[in-house]
């Protein structure tokens, strides 16, 4: 497979192939999110989504946001060229698996560098919210 082909998303939608960079991106991020573990045929165990990271070091913050970071990694090199992620603690707050953490890198996909930057809100160990931030 070559670089080339690394950067498509293939999508049952109607567009077909997602070949804008930043969609191809949100699209990827998407289902790194929202998929269940097993819901893939193709790759049935070894994309881990957000949610099973979660599930499985449920209240262990540290843990999570090691395999978060290494799966950010694994799953975006799969159809990026390069990936540089890193999951840091922004704020905790009272109580076991709640928390708000940091997403930072950049991503190279079809010749175009995409920063990277999300907060992610966790309560009682579970995914509440997601969004972009902005650099200043």
Not at 126 to 134: E, G, M, S
Request: proline letters at 3%.
């Amino acid at each position: 497979m070559g670089d080339k082909d690394k950067a498509y998303i293939p999508s049952l939608m109607d567009p077909g192939w997602e070949i804008n960079p930043y969609l191809n991106l949100d699209r990827g991020l998407a289902y790194l999110y929202c998929t269940n573990f097993s819901q893939s045929s193709l790759f049935h165990g070894a994309i881990v989504s957000v949610s099973k990271i979660l599930e499985e070091d449920s209240g262990l913050l540290k843990a999570t946001m090691i395999k978060m970071e290494r799966q950010l990694e694994t799953y975006l090199s799969l159809f990026c060229n390069k990936v540089s992620v890193e999951v840091t603690e922004h704020s905790s707050s009272k109580g076991k698996g709640n928390a708000t953490i940091i997403i930072s890198g950049i991503v190279e996909a079809m010749g175009v560098s995409i920063p990277l930057n999300y907060s992610v809100q966790l309560k009682n160990s579970k995914l509440v919210d997601i969004y972009r931030t902005v650099n200043s």
